[in-house]
């Protein structure tokens, strides 16, 4: 029997040769390959599709099965020749005016998963509905995935090898001047996780008195020292111990695809995705005077709603994934979007997550202000009334148990947790129970694993860990 396939918050991801296998990929290109059929007219195929891949067991040829697929649809492929980062791909889908991207990434997911994302023409995650048409045109069998072989695609021109590197740097021209990066004459420890984003940053920034030094930079898809390239701990310690040897000013860590970022100070000490979304957002409102919406997930920080506040710019919450963000994004021109999870995309690129970027914007930061990581943290805070302290829990879940704990979800009215009122409840995407000190416990099912998440951000940094707890009892896991 042919697996089932069902995209989460982010694609597709499955155990490598369990349920993720060459079969499966060929009938998730053919159900890609139908809703572009069925969207587009035929004069338009020739825009092609860019496919892209990251570092993981056989990533390049599960990119060769999608290829071919595409090819016998009769939709040119764009290959990347080697793993690239996702907003390298996704920028791509812009550049080339392609119908849109197949990344086969499983991101930050552990060394024994793959995983297939989809990319809309603007280079975005494909909407929540249309990833139920595509859900529903995957063929019951691998039989129904039409395929040309590689070498007979190429040459009849269905299957092209691009260079996805050129277009982006000089795209990234238009977004920052990093001369004055070079300049600075910082050391700089970049830790790409084994990923896709080892060369990036020391590539970007050479030739100047800055020193980047990289770890964890060749491939190895079982990701020694970390259980998963996911940028933030205990999986960032190794990289962080380098940097505080070194005496880095500050740490940048990519995930296996590069699209998320994850910071370190100038201590070696983790900087929290959270505090890095505030930092990056009071950088465009502070440094660049830049204005227009935020648009963030609910399991993100309350602080942006406070700098929305205080600068006069919209704040906009959605479910969790960038098929929620990305829409909105484009919808409301937004500024800024991002989430929880270290993933944080720019106006004026695509609406993607972008970690490349959203370095070398954390870099400027540094740059314009002449302050320190820390230093650049006590302006935050200054600015939002204080220290946000923030912490999540991840716990295995087997999927089948999901319908009890679901209910049992639905019916939690708790009126206070950790002695504060709960003014609100927020069932957008998860069970998110709102305090009356502005702090917030969120409870949701992963859309990409099989685990619960309980996360809460408070600005009493004493009651994390009860809030933690109740968070966990609330869900019966504890």
């Not at 849109?100 to 997911?109: D, K, M, P, R, W």
């Not at 020292?225 to 500050?250: C, F, H, Q, T």
Request: hydrophobic letters at 40%; proline letters at 6%; glycine letters at 10%.
């Amino acid at each position: 029997m042919s697996a089932i396939i069902k995209f989460g918050t982010d694609g597709w991801r499955g155990r490598i040769a369990g349920d993720y296998t060459f079969a499966s990929v060929r009938r998730c290109t053919q159900g890609f390959a139908n809703f572009l059929l069925a969207k587009y007219d035929a004069t338009e195929m020739e825009r092609g599709v860019v496919v892209g891949y990251d570092k993981r067991f056989a990533a390049e040829n599960f990119a060769d099965a999608v290829s071919e697929v595409l090819a016998g649809n009769g939709i040119p492929a764009l290959l990347c020749p080697t793993a690239t980062p996702t907003p390298v791909i996704s920028y791509n889908v812009v550049a080339h005016n392609a119908l849109g991207a197949i990344n086969l990434t499983a991101s930050h997911n552990p060394p024994t998963d793959a995983g297939f994302k989809v990319r809309d023409e603007h280079g975005g995650a494909v909407d929540p509905d249309g990833l139920k048409v595509i859900e529903s045109l995957i063929p019951e069998s691998e039989a129904g995935a039409h395929r040309i072989p590689l070498e007979q695609a190429k040459a009849i021109g269905l299957v092209t090898i691009i260079d996805p590197k050129a277009v982006y740097l000089e795209h990234l021209k238009d977004l920052i001047d990093v001369q004055p990066i070079k300049d600075a004459g910082l050391k700089i420890v970049v830790d790409p996780m084994w990923g896709n984003g080892a060369g990036w940053f020391t590539e970007i920034l050479a030739g100047g008195k800055t020193e980047v030094l990289e770890v964890h930079n060749r491939r190895n898809p079982i990701f020694p020292e970390m259980k998963r390239p996911e940028p933030i701990p205990p999986n960032v310690d190794a990289g962080l111990a380098y940097a505080k040897k070194v005496r880095a000013d500050a740490v940048l860590i990519t995930d296996g695809d590069a699209d998320r970022v994850g910071f370190g100070d100038e201590n070696g000490e983790f900087v929290d995705q959270l505090r890095v979304y505030g930092l990056l957002a009071l950088y465009l409102l502070k440094v660049r005077g830049e204005r227009g919406p935020i648009v963030k997930t609910l399991s993100t920080t309350s602080m942006l709603d406070k700098l929305g506040k205080k600068y006069n710019v919209p704040v906009y919450n959605t479910g969790v994934g960038f098929k929620y963000v990305a829409p909105k994004m484009l919808e409301v021109d937004a500024m800024i979007g991002g989430e929880e999870s270290g993933g944080y995309a720019f106006r004026g690129n695509v609406p993607e997550r972008d970690g490349i970027l959203a370095g070398l914007y954390l870099l400027d930061f540094m740059v314009k202000t002449g302050h320190t990581p820390t230093q650049l943290l006590a302006d935050l805070f200054a600015e939002v009334g204080g220290a946000h302290y923030y912490e999540r829990v991840d716990t295995s879940f087997p999927n089948e148990k999901r319908p009890a704990a679901k209910k049992r979800m639905d019916a939690a009215n708790p009126k206070t947790i950790a002695g504060l009122k709960v003014v609100s409840i927020d069932r957008i995407d998860g069970y998110k129970f709102n305090m009356e000190d502005g702090g917030w416990l969120l409870v949701r099912f992963s859309g990409t694993e099989p685990i619960i998440r309980v996360y809460c951000e408070t600005m009493k940094k004493e009651l994390v860990h009860r809030i933690l707890q109740e968070g966990l009892e609330i869900a019966g896991l504890a």
